[in-house]
């Protein structure tokens, strides 16, 4: 997905998430928290990286970003990983619908007294429980009563939740359909074809030598199914160090090449 998704330049959302003023108060408590006192809780930050990148449609590197700046235990690594993790471009890429979660939802299921969120979206402190999720839905006398009027007192909802997963959806489609079309032709159909076959995996393991000599993998005591594959794993090139012989070592072969970013 590099340079491919279509990303949302809206300044507003931006300025709405980072402040804690989305009208969804799980997403209002857990950013508030970051700004005040540098840390989150793990299962927040999973709603609020859903929330910014999937409802908003907001570049995950700038959610990242904002993270790494305010958390105290800030981790390049693990922040980069989890963000790209609920995003749906990262290594362990998921269908993205598996990752929309839905603010309301978690809330009620997390934090069903409303405590955490009381505690810091100081507006919502006396609405009832029954409206805590989804505050907009409060009627007007109990706003009154709440001391909480929405659209002044706190924030309505600055994205429509329903609607956001036809979008995430869409926006995740597009490279995929783009693709798809630079495959028409039969030549390029062909290469496309080869790069998914089944046996790909041995192309791409006989460039790197075994840790382990051959007779660890193919060994007597070996299922007949793993045995089957000597001929196609030699037909394809591999070739096994000899028993003794460390990888990378005086008599062994190449080590292999870093991964790429």
């Not at 300044?11 to 709405?16: F, L, M």
């Not at 839905?137 to 709440?146: T, V, W």
């Not at 429509?160 to 028409?184: F, I, K, N, S």
């Not at 045995?227 to 000899?242: E, S, V």
Request: glycine share 12%; aromatic share 8%.
């Amino acid at each position: 997905y590099r340079g491919t998704l279509a990303w949302n330049a809206d300044e507003q959302g931006v300025a709405a998430g980072t402040q804690g003023r989305t009208g969804f108060p799980l997403v209002d408590a857990g950013m508030r928290q970051l700004r005040r006192e540098g840390r989150m809780p793990g299962r927040v930050r999973l709603v609020v990286a859903s929330f910014l990148t999937k409802d908003l449609g907001i570049d995950w590197r700038r959610g990242e970003a904002w993270f790494m700046r305010l958390l105290l235990d800030g981790d390049v690594a693990v922040n980069n990983g989890n963000w790209q993790w609920i995003a749906s471009v990262g290594v362990d890429r998921q269908p993205p619908f598996r990752r929309i979660y839905n603010p309301a939802l978690h809330q009620e299921r997390y934090d069903p007294g409303g405590r955490y969120v009381r505690g810091h979206v100081r507006e919502l402190a006396r609405v009832p429980d029954r409206y805590l999720c989804e505050p907009w839905l409060m009627p007007d006398e109990e706003q009154r009563r709440a001391g909480c009027r929405i659209g002044l007192d706190y924030p309505a909802p600055i994205v429509d939740h329903p609607g956001a997963p036809r979008d995430a959806l869409g926006r995740h489609r597009a490279p995929a359909r783009a693709a798809a079309a630079g495959t028409r032709t039969p030549a390029a159909a062909t290469a496309a074809r080869a790069a998914h076959s089944p046996h790909a995996w041995i192309r791409i393991i006989s460039r790197f030598p075994p840790l382990i000599p051959w007779s660890a993998y193919f060994s007597r005591k070996s299922p007949r199914a793993i045995r089957g594959l000597q001929p196609k794993l030699r037909d394809a090139g591999f070739r096994p160090t000899r028993p003794g012989r460390a990888v990378g070592g005086r008599g062994g072969g190449r080590a292999p090449a870093a991964l790429g970013d």
